[in-house]
T-cell receptor, first 116, second 119 residues
Framework: AQTVTQSQPEMSVQEAETVTLSCTYDTSESDYYLFWYKQPPSRQMILVIRQEAYKQQNATENRFSVNFQKAAKSFSLKISDSQLGDAAMYFCAYSLDTGTASKLTFGTGTRLQVTL | GAVVSQHPSRVICKSGTSVKIECRSLDFQATTMFWYRQFPKQSLMLMATSNEGSKATYEQGVEKDKFLINHASLTLSTLTVTSAHPEDSSFYIC???????????????FGPGTRLTVL
């Protein structure tokens, strides 16, 4: 079974600084998808960024980028120029995309605090 | 686009009663919907996957007779918690997969969640 591990329960970053959230996963598959989701206090899940395993290039979305190391099964999220609105729970997630196998497996989450 | 709604957002019920939670895809057809449960300060745990017109696939450890899932149309799935007990109190989140879009991956879109409190 696939597992996703987030070893940092909480992280803190100063506004305008950069922070990196860690995620490792375990799978025997070669083609899969990795995600970072943000869950603010409203509890609404928001997709931050997605990475296809077959792509060597790391995904980037504005201030958010990932460091995808397939061999090491590592998928970290870097947030640059942190803003107060970035404060939230961040979940790393894994998925295949074959019918019902497209279900998401989530990590335990990292709570990010952004300070002034 | 790609909006998923849930109703109700909050519900309080007495122990032993049944509660129905609706999940709707408002602007797309959802061939697959997922139901998650989230305890306070914990991650999302998948309960079941439902495909339109067929029986739901439940994750190991989830009681099928207690958590009834119906996906009768391409825009609506319902989760009914039968004979609810205080331990069923939790935050329930649905997501819907857009079956109409092309590309290598059909993204899941999440509803805002339903907080269930069983007294």
């Amino acid at each position: 079974a696939q597992t996703v591990t987030q070893s940092q329960p909480e992280m803190s970053v100063q506004e305008a600084e950069t922070v990196t959230l860690s995620c490792t996963y375990d799978t025997s598959e070669s083609d899969y998808y990795l995600f970072w989701y943000k869950q603010p206090p409203s509890r609404q899940m928001i997709l931050v960024i997605r990475q296809e395993a077959y792509k060597q290039q790391n995904a980037t979305e504005n201030r958010f980028s990932v460091n995808f190391q397939k061999a090491a099964k590592s998928f970290s999220l870097k947030i640059s120029d942190s803003q107060l609105g970035d404060a939230a729970m961040y979940f790393c997630a894994y998925s295949l995309d074959t019918g019902t196998a497209s279900k998401l497996t989530f990590g335990t989450g990292t709570r990010l605090q952004v300070t002034l | 686009g790609a909006v998923v709604s849930q109703h109700p957002s909050r519900v309080i019920c007495k122990s032993g009663t049944s509660v129905k939670i609706e999940c709707r895809s408002l602007d797309f057809q959802a061939t697959t919907m997922f139901w998650y449960r989230q305890f306070p300060k914990q991650s999302l745990m998948l309960m079941a996957t439902s495909n339109e017109g067929s029986k739901a696939t439940y994750e190991q450890g989830v009681e099928k007779d207690k958590f009834l899932i119906n996906h009768a149309s391409l825009t609506l799935s319902t989760l009914t918690v039968t004979s609810a007990h205080p331990e069923d109190s939790s935050f329930y989140i649905c997501s819907a997969r857009d079956g109409g879009r092309g590309g290598p991956y059909n993204e899941q879109f999440f509803g805002p969640g339903t907080r269930l409190t069983v007294l």
